[in-house]
Protein backbone atom coordinates (compact mmCIF):
# COMPACT_ATOMS: atom_id res chain seq x y z
CA UNK A 1 0.00 0.00 0.00
CA UNK A 2 1.36 3.40 -1.01
CA UNK A 3 2.04 5.51 2.17
CA UNK A 4 0.76 9.02 1.86
CA UNK A 5 2.00 10.41 4.66
CA UNK A 6 5.19 11.86 4.43
CA UNK A 7 8.10 11.26 7.38
CA UNK A 8 10.39 14.13 6.76
CA UNK A 9 8.49 17.37 7.75
CA UNK A 10 10.44 19.66 8.85
CA UNK A 11 12.05 21.96 5.66
CA UNK A 12 8.67 21.42 3.99
CA UNK A 13 6.38 22.94 6.62
CA UNK A 14 9.08 26.00 7.19
CA UNK A 15 8.20 27.24 3.64
CA UNK A 16 5.85 29.41 2.53
CA UNK A 17 3.11 27.72 1.14
CA UNK A 18 -1.03 26.09 2.53
CA UNK A 19 -1.73 26.83 5.62
CA UNK A 20 -0.16 24.17 8.49
CA UNK A 21 -3.18 22.44 10.11
CA UNK A 22 -2.98 20.04 12.77
CA UNK A 23 -5.35 17.08 12.72
CA UNK A 24 -6.80 16.30 15.79
CA UNK A 25 -6.91 18.30 19.23
CA UNK A 26 -5.89 15.37 21.27
CA UNK A 27 -3.53 15.59 24.29
CA UNK A 28 -0.41 14.83 22.38
CA UNK A 29 -1.33 17.56 20.01
CA UNK A 30 -0.03 19.89 22.78
CA UNK A 31 3.59 18.40 22.21
CA UNK A 32 3.05 19.13 18.65
CA UNK A 33 2.14 22.60 18.42
CA UNK A 34 5.23 23.26 20.82
CA UNK A 35 7.60 21.15 18.58
CA UNK A 36 6.02 23.38 15.19
CA UNK A 37 6.82 26.74 17.34
CA UNK A 38 10.52 25.21 18.42
CA UNK A 39 10.88 24.78 15.19
CA UNK A 40 9.54 28.01 13.56
CA UNK A 41 6.81 26.29 11.83
CA UNK A 42 3.48 28.23 12.22
CA UNK A 43 0.28 26.61 12.80
CA UNK A 44 -2.78 27.87 11.66
CA UNK A 45 -5.62 25.92 13.36
CA UNK A 46 -6.12 22.44 14.62
CA UNK A 47 -9.41 20.43 12.53
CA UNK A 48 -11.07 17.65 14.35
CA UNK A 49 -14.07 15.39 13.41
CA UNK A 50 -15.79 15.83 16.95
CA UNK A 51 -17.93 19.11 16.01
CA UNK A 52 -18.11 19.79 20.09
CA UNK A 53 -14.35 20.18 20.16
CA UNK A 54 -15.03 23.14 17.44
CA UNK A 55 -16.74 25.10 20.03
CA UNK A 56 -13.61 26.16 22.22
CA UNK A 57 -9.69 27.02 21.60
CA UNK A 58 -6.88 24.25 21.87
CA UNK A 59 -3.90 25.41 22.91
CA UNK A 60 -4.68 29.23 21.98
CA UNK A 61 -5.53 27.96 18.11
CA UNK A 62 -9.15 27.55 16.20
CA UNK A 63 -10.40 24.09 16.19
CA UNK A 64 -12.37 23.86 12.65
CA UNK A 65 -15.09 20.85 12.23
CA UNK A 66 -13.56 18.68 9.95
CA UNK A 67 -16.08 18.27 6.97
CA UNK A 68 -16.30 22.51 6.92
CA UNK A 69 -12.64 22.99 6.27
CA UNK A 70 -13.19 23.42 2.18
CA UNK A 71 -15.43 26.48 2.77
CA UNK A 72 -12.07 27.50 4.73
CA UNK A 73 -8.78 26.36 2.86
CA UNK A 74 -9.28 25.02 -0.64
CA UNK A 75 -5.42 23.73 0.41
CA UNK A 76 -3.62 22.92 3.17
CA UNK A 77 -0.84 20.79 4.79
CA UNK A 78 -1.75 18.87 7.38
CA UNK A 79 0.09 17.43 10.16
CA UNK A 80 -1.12 13.56 11.95
CA UNK A 81 -1.67 14.34 15.60
CA UNK A 82 -3.99 10.61 16.11
CA UNK A 83 -2.81 7.48 16.02
CA UNK A 84 -5.62 6.63 13.38
CA UNK A 85 -3.50 7.75 10.54
CA UNK A 86 -5.19 5.48 7.81
CA UNK A 87 -8.64 6.98 8.47
CA UNK A 88 -7.47 10.72 8.27
CA UNK A 89 -5.92 10.10 5.38
CA UNK A 90 -9.20 8.68 3.78
CA UNK A 91 -11.35 11.32 4.93
CA UNK A 92 -9.05 14.04 4.26
CA UNK A 93 -8.29 13.17 0.54
CA UNK A 94 -12.00 12.38 0.24
CA UNK A 95 -12.40 16.08 1.26
CA UNK A 96 -9.61 17.37 -1.76
CA UNK A 97 -6.35 17.30 0.06
CA UNK A 98 -3.43 15.59 -0.59
CA UNK A 99 -0.15 16.73 1.54
CA UNK A 100 -0.11 14.63 4.94
CA UNK A 101 2.66 14.58 7.30
CA UNK A 102 3.49 12.82 10.32
CA UNK A 103 4.95 14.50 13.33
CA UNK A 104 7.78 11.82 14.40
CA UNK A 105 10.59 14.06 13.18
CA UNK A 106 9.17 17.00 15.00
CA UNK A 107 8.97 14.98 18.16
CA UNK A 108 12.14 13.27 17.91
CA UNK A 109 13.66 15.68 20.54
CA UNK A 110 11.36 16.71 22.13
CA UNK A 111 12.08 17.61 26.06
CA UNK A 112 8.31 17.23 27.98
CA UNK A 113 9.84 19.00 30.97
CA UNK A 114 11.53 21.70 29.15
CA UNK A 115 7.18 22.62 28.72
CA UNK A 116 4.10 23.19 30.66
CA UNK A 117 1.30 20.63 29.10
CA UNK A 118 -2.47 19.97 30.05
CA UNK A 119 -1.77 16.87 31.34
CA UNK A 120 0.76 15.73 33.54
CA UNK A 121 4.73 15.48 32.48
CA UNK A 122 4.31 11.56 33.34
CA UNK A 123 1.12 11.07 31.17
CA UNK A 124 2.17 13.07 28.22
CA UNK A 125 5.87 11.01 27.97
CA UNK A 126 3.22 8.08 27.72
CA UNK A 127 1.37 9.59 25.17
CA UNK A 128 3.68 10.88 22.69
CA UNK A 129 5.82 7.36 23.37
CA UNK A 130 2.47 5.34 22.31
CA UNK A 131 2.18 7.87 18.79
CA UNK A 132 5.81 7.46 17.85
CA UNK A 133 5.03 3.75 17.94
CA UNK A 134 2.29 3.78 16.06
CA UNK A 135 3.66 6.01 13.28
CA UNK A 136 6.77 4.36 13.08
CA UNK A 137 4.54 0.83 12.62
CA UNK A 138 3.07 2.80 9.40
CA UNK A 139 6.41 3.76 8.07
CA UNK A 140 7.93 0.01 8.94
CA UNK A 141 6.77 -3.28 7.08
CA UNK A 142 3.64 -4.74 6.65
CA UNK A 143 2.77 -6.37 10.35
CA UNK A 144 0.21 -7.16 12.46
CA UNK A 145 0.03 -4.52 14.93
CA UNK A 146 -2.54 -3.02 17.19
CA UNK A 147 -2.95 0.07 18.98
CA UNK A 148 -4.53 -0.85 21.75
CA UNK A 149 -6.24 -3.83 23.38
CA UNK A 150 -9.13 -3.71 25.74
CA UNK A 151 -8.74 -6.23 28.88
CA UNK A 152 -12.06 -6.46 30.23
CA UNK A 153 -11.83 -8.16 33.44
CA UNK A 154 -15.41 -7.78 35.02
CA UNK A 155 -18.82 -6.44 33.59
CA UNK A 156 -19.57 -5.41 37.27
CA UNK A 157 -19.77 -1.81 37.57
CA UNK A 158 -20.44 0.71 40.30
CA UNK A 159 -22.36 2.42 38.19
CA UNK A 160 -25.10 1.67 35.70
CA UNK A 161 -25.25 4.39 33.41
CA UNK A 162 -28.27 4.20 31.15
CA UNK A 163 -26.85 4.73 27.55
CA UNK A 164 -23.45 2.67 28.79
CA UNK A 165 -22.07 1.97 25.33
CA UNK A 166 -19.95 -0.50 26.84
CA UNK A 167 -23.67 -1.96 27.24
CA UNK A 168 -22.95 -2.80 31.08
CA UNK A 169 -26.82 -1.61 31.94
CA UNK A 170 -27.88 -5.01 30.53
CA UNK A 171 -26.10 -7.26 33.07
CA UNK A 172 -28.21 -8.90 35.49
CA UNK A 173 -25.62 -11.24 36.24
CA UNK A 174 -22.57 -9.33 36.29
CA UNK A 175 -19.28 -11.74 36.83
CA UNK A 176 -15.41 -11.03 36.98
CA UNK A 177 -13.55 -12.62 33.99
CA UNK A 178 -11.02 -15.66 35.72
CA UNK A 179 -7.35 -14.23 35.46
CA UNK A 180 -5.84 -16.95 34.34
CA UNK A 181 -7.74 -17.41 31.45
CA UNK A 182 -7.09 -13.40 30.78
CA UNK A 183 -3.14 -13.82 31.01
CA UNK A 184 -3.27 -16.58 28.75
CA UNK A 185 -5.07 -14.94 26.60
CA UNK A 186 -2.85 -12.11 26.28
CA UNK A 187 -0.01 -14.74 25.77
CA UNK A 188 -1.77 -15.82 22.82
CA UNK A 189 -2.06 -12.15 21.70
CA UNK A 190 1.44 -11.88 22.32
CA UNK A 191 2.97 -15.04 19.83
CA UNK A 192 0.50 -13.88 16.88
CA UNK A 193 0.99 -9.86 16.54
CA UNK A 194 3.79 -7.79 15.89
CA UNK A 195 3.15 -4.96 18.08
CA UNK A 196 0.73 -3.46 20.87
CA UNK A 197 1.34 -0.25 21.57
CA UNK A 198 -1.10 -0.17 24.33
CA UNK A 199 -3.47 -2.50 26.84
CA UNK A 200 -6.65 -0.64 28.40
CA UNK A 201 -7.90 -3.14 31.49
CA UNK A 202 -11.59 -2.17 31.62
CA UNK A 203 -14.70 -2.99 33.19
CA UNK A 204 -17.65 -2.16 33.85
CA UNK A 205 -15.26 -0.68 37.16
CA UNK A 206 -12.42 -2.70 37.00
CA UNK A 207 -11.36 -2.54 40.25
CA UNK A 208 -14.75 -4.27 41.80
CA UNK A 209 -12.60 -7.35 40.51
CA UNK A 210 -10.50 -8.03 44.45
CA UNK A 211 -7.39 -9.38 41.16
CA UNK A 212 -7.10 -5.98 39.57
CA UNK A 213 -4.03 -5.02 40.59
CA UNK A 214 -2.67 -8.84 39.84
CA UNK A 215 -3.79 -8.94 36.40
CA UNK A 216 -2.13 -5.44 35.82
CA UNK A 217 0.44 -6.79 36.86
CA UNK A 218 0.67 -9.82 34.66
CA UNK A 219 0.17 -8.20 31.92
CA UNK A 220 3.03 -5.98 32.50
CA UNK A 221 4.80 -8.95 33.25
CA UNK A 222 4.99 -10.21 29.76
CA UNK A 223 4.79 -6.94 28.20
CA UNK A 224 7.14 -4.32 30.36
CA UNK A 225 7.77 -1.96 27.40
CA UNK A 226 3.68 -1.55 26.60
CA UNK A 227 1.85 1.22 27.88
CA UNK A 228 -0.95 -0.05 30.48
CA UNK A 229 -3.84 2.25 30.92
CA UNK A 230 -6.33 1.30 33.78
CA UNK A 231 -10.01 3.09 32.86
CA UNK A 232 -12.16 3.66 36.17
CA UNK A 233 -15.12 5.77 37.17
CA UNK A 234 -13.74 7.06 40.07
CA UNK A 235 -15.96 5.42 43.01
CA UNK A 236 -13.21 3.46 44.46
CA UNK A 237 -9.90 4.37 45.52
CA UNK A 238 -7.41 0.97 45.44
CA UNK A 239 -5.20 0.35 48.31
CA UNK A 240 -1.61 2.08 48.48
CA UNK A 241 -0.17 -1.90 48.73
CA UNK A 242 -1.42 -2.79 45.10
CA UNK A 243 -0.25 0.78 43.91
CA UNK A 244 2.93 0.24 45.29
CA UNK A 245 3.70 -2.84 43.16
CA UNK A 246 3.24 -0.54 39.94
CA UNK A 247 6.44 1.85 41.13
CA UNK A 248 8.62 2.16 37.82
CA UNK A 249 6.08 0.63 35.51
CA UNK A 250 4.13 1.59 32.66
CA UNK A 251 0.98 1.80 34.37
CA UNK A 252 -1.59 4.95 33.62
CA UNK A 253 -5.42 5.51 35.04
CA UNK A 254 -8.14 7.30 33.08
CA UNK A 255 -10.63 8.37 35.05
CA UNK A 256 -14.13 9.39 33.49
CA UNK A 257 -15.59 12.02 36.55
CA UNK A 258 -19.28 11.44 36.94
CA UNK A 259 -19.21 14.55 39.43
CA UNK A 260 -20.77 13.56 42.77
CA UNK A 261 -20.68 10.02 41.43
CA UNK A 262 -17.62 9.71 41.53
CA UNK A 263 -17.38 9.71 44.96
CA UNK A 264 -13.32 8.72 46.13
CA UNK A 265 -12.26 10.39 42.95
CA UNK A 266 -10.46 13.16 44.80
CA UNK A 267 -9.19 9.86 47.30
CA UNK A 268 -8.19 8.22 44.23
CA UNK A 269 -5.97 11.14 42.47
CA UNK A 270 -4.19 11.85 45.99
CA UNK A 271 -3.38 7.96 46.30
CA UNK A 272 -2.00 8.02 42.60
CA UNK A 273 -0.14 11.11 42.94
CA UNK A 274 1.35 9.93 45.88
CA UNK A 275 2.72 7.06 44.26
CA UNK A 276 4.13 8.69 41.30
CA UNK A 277 1.25 7.17 38.89
CA UNK A 278 0.55 9.21 35.57
CA UNK A 279 -3.70 9.51 35.42
CA UNK A 280 -5.93 12.10 33.28
CA UNK A 281 -9.54 12.81 34.12
CA UNK A 282 -11.95 13.55 31.86
CA UNK A 283 -15.41 14.56 32.09
CA UNK A 284 -18.33 12.46 31.50
CA UNK A 285 -20.20 15.57 29.98
CA UNK A 286 -21.86 14.13 26.37
CA UNK A 287 -21.79 10.70 24.77
CA UNK A 288 -22.84 9.73 21.29
CA UNK A 289 -26.11 7.73 21.72
CA UNK A 290 -25.24 4.13 20.87
CA UNK A 291 -26.24 2.04 23.26
CA UNK A 292 -29.09 -0.18 21.60
CA UNK A 293 -28.76 -3.55 20.22
CA UNK A 294 -31.27 -3.70 17.51
CA UNK A 295 -31.60 -5.37 14.24
CA UNK A 296 -31.30 -2.99 11.30
CA UNK A 297 -30.79 -4.93 8.27
CA UNK A 298 -28.54 -2.87 6.37
CA UNK A 299 -27.25 -3.40 3.06
CA UNK A 300 -23.86 -4.74 2.82
CA UNK A 301 -22.86 -1.07 1.50
CA UNK A 302 -24.91 0.58 4.23
CA UNK A 303 -22.90 -1.83 6.49
CA UNK A 304 -19.50 -0.66 4.90
CA UNK A 305 -20.10 2.96 5.63
CA UNK A 306 -21.47 2.63 9.48
CA UNK A 307 -18.30 0.63 9.94
CA UNK A 308 -15.74 3.33 8.01
CA UNK A 309 -17.06 6.15 10.19
CA UNK A 310 -17.07 4.16 13.51
CA UNK A 311 -14.85 6.10 16.02
CA UNK A 312 -14.00 2.55 17.85
CA UNK A 313 -13.57 0.29 15.30
CA UNK A 314 -10.35 -0.30 16.73
CA UNK A 315 -10.90 -0.58 19.58
CA UNK A 316 -10.21 -4.47 19.83
CA UNK A 317 -11.73 -5.99 22.96
CA UNK A 318 -10.67 -8.73 24.98
CA UNK A 319 -13.32 -10.73 26.62
CA UNK A 320 -13.60 -14.71 27.76
CA UNK A 321 -10.85 -15.75 25.60
CA UNK A 322 -12.35 -14.05 22.15
CA UNK A 323 -10.98 -11.01 20.46
CA UNK A 324 -13.09 -8.71 19.00
CA UNK A 325 -13.05 -5.86 17.13
CA UNK A 326 -15.07 -3.23 19.30
CA UNK A 327 -16.80 -3.20 22.67
CA UNK A 328 -20.13 -3.40 21.68
CA UNK A 329 -19.80 -6.72 19.38
CA UNK A 330 -17.94 -8.61 22.71
CA UNK A 331 -20.76 -7.56 25.00
CA UNK A 332 -23.89 -8.14 22.45
CA UNK A 333 -22.12 -11.11 21.98
CA UNK A 334 -21.75 -12.12 26.03
CA UNK A 335 -25.02 -10.94 26.45
CA UNK A 336 -26.09 -13.68 24.37
CA UNK A 337 -28.55 -10.22 22.53
CA UNK A 338 -27.16 -11.25 19.02
CA UNK A 339 -27.01 -14.31 16.91
CA UNK A 340 -23.17 -16.76 17.43
CA UNK A 341 -21.29 -15.71 14.03
CA UNK A 342 -17.49 -16.88 14.14
CA UNK A 343 -17.14 -13.85 11.44
CA UNK A 344 -17.55 -11.41 14.80
CA UNK A 345 -14.24 -12.57 16.85
CA UNK A 346 -11.08 -14.82 16.80
CA UNK A 347 -11.43 -18.13 19.51
CA UNK A 348 -7.92 -17.31 20.99
CA UNK A 349 -8.14 -20.94 21.99
CA UNK A 350 -9.35 -22.87 19.36
CA UNK A 351 -7.43 -25.68 18.35
CA UNK A 352 -9.32 -26.17 14.38
CA UNK A 353 -8.29 -22.42 13.16
CA UNK A 354 -5.06 -20.83 12.71
CA UNK A 355 -5.05 -18.22 15.29
CA UNK A 356 -2.22 -15.68 13.58
CA UNK A 357 -4.67 -16.01 10.65
CA UNK A 358 -7.67 -15.20 12.21
CA UNK A 359 -6.11 -12.51 14.15
CA UNK A 360 -4.43 -10.76 10.53
CA UNK A 361 -8.12 -11.15 9.02
CA UNK A 362 -9.83 -8.99 11.95
CA UNK A 363 -6.92 -6.21 12.08
CA UNK A 364 -6.24 -6.02 8.31
CA UNK A 365 -9.66 -7.71 6.34
CA UNK A 366 -12.64 -6.87 7.70
CA UNK A 367 -14.61 -3.78 5.85
CA UNK A 368 -17.80 -4.63 8.42
CA UNK A 369 -18.70 -7.19 10.75
CA UNK A 370 -21.99 -9.14 10.77
CA UNK A 371 -22.83 -7.91 14.33
CA UNK A 372 -22.38 -4.12 12.83
CA UNK A 373 -26.07 -4.56 11.81
CA UNK A 374 -26.86 -4.77 15.34
CA UNK A 375 -25.44 -0.97 16.67
CA UNK A 376 -27.03 1.95 16.28
CA UNK A 377 -23.63 3.23 15.26
CA UNK A 378 -20.99 5.72 16.92
CA UNK A 379 -19.62 8.07 14.30
CA UNK A 380 -17.24 10.98 15.42
CA UNK A 381 -19.76 13.17 14.09
CA UNK A 382 -23.29 12.50 14.77
CA UNK A 383 -24.43 15.42 12.77
CA UNK A 384 -23.48 14.31 9.11
CA UNK A 385 -23.06 10.73 9.54
CA UNK A 386 -24.42 8.61 6.83
CA UNK A 387 -26.53 5.49 8.23
CA UNK A 388 -26.60 6.40 11.42
CA UNK A 389 -29.50 5.63 13.76
CA UNK A 390 -29.18 7.26 17.47
CA UNK A 391 -30.11 10.52 18.59
CA UNK A 392 -26.76 12.70 18.66
CA UNK A 393 -25.39 13.46 21.55
CA UNK A 394 -26.95 12.93 25.24
CA UNK A 395 -25.85 13.50 28.23
CA UNK A 396 -23.60 10.93 30.02
CA UNK A 397 -23.87 9.08 33.22
CA UNK A 398 -27.52 9.36 33.75
CA UNK A 399 -28.52 6.33 36.52
CA UNK A 400 -30.82 3.74 36.15
CA UNK A 401 -31.86 2.00 39.57
CA UNK A 402 -31.83 -1.68 38.04
CA UNK A 403 -30.67 -3.70 34.74
CA UNK A 404 -32.79 -2.37 31.25
CA UNK A 405 -33.88 -5.13 29.28
CA UNK A 406 -33.04 -5.66 25.64
CA UNK A 407 -34.46 -7.85 23.05
CA UNK A 408 -32.59 -11.05 22.05
CA UNK A 409 -31.99 -11.69 18.42
CA UNK A 410 -30.29 -14.69 18.85
CA UNK A 411 -32.77 -17.48 17.91
CA UNK A 412 -32.28 -17.46 14.08
CA UNK A 413 -29.24 -18.39 12.26
CA UNK A 414 -26.97 -16.55 9.48
Excluded at 20 to 30: D, H, K
Excluded at 107 to 134: A, W
Excluded at 218 to 238: C, L, V
Excluded at 247 to 256: D, E, L, Q, Y
Amino acid sequence: MEKKVKYNCLQSLKEAGSPVIIVAAVLEAEAIVNACRNAGIVVSAFCDSEKRKSQDLFCGLEVIHTPTLPKRFSKARFIIATQHIQEVVEQLSALGYDEFYSALELLENYDVGKHQHLTSQSYMETRISVYKKNHEVYFGEEKTYMRSVDVMITTKCSLKCVSCSNLMQYYVDAKNTDHEKILAAIEIINENVDYISEFRVIGGEPLMNKGWAHIVNGINEKNAERQIFIYTNGTIAPKDEQLETFHGKNVNFIITDYGKLSRNINKLTEKLTKHGIGYESIPADHWVDCSSIRHHKRTVSELEEVFKQCCVKYIYTLLHGRLYTCPFIANAANLNAIPDNPANYVDLFSKTHNVKQQIRKLVKVAKFFPACDFCDGRPYDTSSAKGYDGKGMIPGGIQTSKPLPYKLYNGFKW
